[in-house]
C-alpha cells in the first residue's frame, strides 16, 4: 500500500520532519510544502508558500492521497520555540491549519494526519504525582499512577497548546463534514538527537524509530479509521502519556523505551 501513496508534508525542515524525511522518502512519493524550499527533492514536488496563504498553497494538493501536516510554531523544536508570538501562531496553527485542511479537502485527500503536541496536557505536570514524574532530581517513584489518555480532560498551560487543541478539534470537523480522514499525533518528546534530555523528556519521550512506526501506521491506517488522537510516545519507565490506544488501535509496538 505504502510504495503507492503520494504524500505531501509541510514543515519538513523542522526537527520532526527530519526525524521522519528518511522513512517517509523510502515509502512513499514524498512532496514538500514549505516557506523555504526543502533541499534534494525535484522541483516538482517541492512547493514554496506560506501555509497561511490559501491560493499558494492550493496547488500542491493536486493528486495527493494523505497529508502530513508539520508546520507549526511555538512548540519548544519550533524554530521561535516557546518565545513565538501569538500572531505567528495564529498565522501558522490556527490559519495554517485550517488552509491544509480545506485545501486537502477540496482536493480530494483521502487522509490528513495532524502533528498535535503534549502541550495539550501539560498542565497536569504541576500536580502529583506527574510532578515528581517529570521531576529532574532523583526522587522516589509512585507506586502507580494514572495514566492520561486521548480521551482525558485537556490542560494546555501555553497558548501554544491551547492552538494545538482547536487544531484537533478542528479536524474533527473536516472528519465529520466531509469524506476525509483525520488523524492527530499527539508528539511529546522530539529533538535533534536522538535521545531524551534529562528531566520531563524521561517520561514522554518517543525515539526517532517508534515515531516513525506510528506515523507510517497512522499513514496507512484503514480509510474507515474517520477520526482519532494517538500518543506518540515510547515505551517509558516513568510514561503517562498512555500510548496504548495507538498499541490497540494501530498495532503500534514501540521498540524503545528509557528504564
Request: charged share 25%.
Amino acid at each position: 500500500m505504502g510504495e503507492n501513496l503520494n504524500v505531501l508534508v509541510t514543515g519538513l525542515n523542522g526537527v520532526v520532519g527530519r526525524a521522519l524525511r528518511g522513512t517517509l522518502e523510502k515509502r512513499y512519493n514524498l512532496s514538500a510544502l514549505s516557506r523555504s524550499g526543502v533541499s534534494g527533492l525535484p522541483i516538482e514536488r517541492n512547493h514554496r508558500a506560506d501555509i497561511a496563504d490559501f491560493k499558494k498553497i492550493k496547488p500542491a494538493f493536486d493528486n495527493v492521497d494523505v497529508v502530513l501536516n508539520l508546520a507549526a510554531d511555538g512548540g519548544m523544536s519550533s524554530a521561535n520555540g516557546m518565545d513565538a508570538s501569538w500572531n505567528s501562531m495564529l498565522r501558522n496553527n490556527i490559519v495554517g491549519t485550517y488552509n491544509v485542511l480545506q485545501a486537502a479537502k477540496e482536493s480530494g485527500v483521502s487522509r490528513v494526519v495532524l502533528a498535535s503536541s503534549g502541550a495539550t496536557v501539560n498542565g497536569y505536570e504541576l500536580e502529583e504525582p506527574y510532578k515528581t514524574l517529570v521531576s529532574p532530581e532523583s526522587v522516589d517513584l509512585p507506586a502507580s499512577w494514572e495514566m492520561i489518555d486521548e480521551f482525558s480532560e485537556p490542560k494546555p498551560i501555553t497558548i501554544y497548546g491551547v492552538t494545538k487543541l482547536f487544531g484537533e478539534d478542528l479536524g474533527r470537523y473536516f472528519a465529520l463534514t466531509s469524506e476525509m480522514s483525520v488523524i492527530n499525533l499527539r508528539i511529546s518528546s522530539c529533538t535533534d538527537e536522538d535521545k531524551a534530555a534529562p528531566g520531563r523528556a524521561q517520561a514522554n519521550w518517543s525515539s526517532y524509530r517508534d515515531l516513525q512506526q506510528l506515523t507510517v501506521k497512522c499513514i496507512e491506517a484503514p480509510q474507515r479509521l474517520k477520526f482519532d488522537i494517538f500518543w506518540a510516545t515510547s515505551d517509558n519507565k516513568k510514561l503517562f502519556r498512555d500510548n496504548s490506544h495507538a498499541k490497540n488501535v494501530l498495532g503500534y509496538a514501540p521498540q524503545d523505551g528509557i528504564r
